[in-house]
């Protein structure tokens, strides 16, 4: 069982930054694939970035490639979405999301095992 918790989210204006954080329990950490996906109001949960467990390897979202970076700090047990040039359209709930597949990057959301609650991300214009 793994739990996640991410935090970092907030209010920022266009063309601002913020740096998400998901911290996961549980043991073997590396061995858990890991996304980022957000949720705007009335639309539904989308594909942002994903990390292998070995953090050798990333894929993005178009809208979201060259602007937003994921990394992993398994030691830590804690994967991160460094967000820079956001827009008003990057507004939504952000999750993080882990699955064990040590060698794979997965960008389904019914790919995905767990869950974390969530964490506001509004970008105003």
């Known amino acids: 069982q793994v739990q996640l918790v991410e935090s970092g989210g907030g209010l920022v204006q266009a063309g601002g930054s913020l740096r998400l954080s998901c911290a996961a329990s549980?043991?073997?950490?590396?061995?858990?694939?890991m996304g980022w996906f957000r949720q705007a109001p009335g639309k539904e949960r989308d594909f942002v970035a994903a990390?292998?467990?070995?953090?050798?390897?990333?894929v993005y979202a178009d809208s979201v490639k060259g602007r937003f970076t994921i990394s992993r700090v398994n030691a830590e047990n804690t994967i991160y979405l460094q967000m820079n040039n956001l827009k008003p359209e990057d507004t939504a709930i952000y999750y993080c999301?882990?699955?064990?597949?040590?060698?794979?990057?997965?960008?389904?959301?019914?790919?995905?095992?767990?869950w974390g609650q969530g964490t506001q991300v509004t970008v105003s214009s």
């Open positions: 990390i292998r467990g070995g953090g050798m390897s990333t």
């Open positions: 999301a882990a699955v064990f597949a040590p060698y794979e990057l997965r960008k389904e959301v019914n790919e995905y095992q767990y």
């Open positions: 549980g043991r073997a950490f590396s061995t858990y694939a």
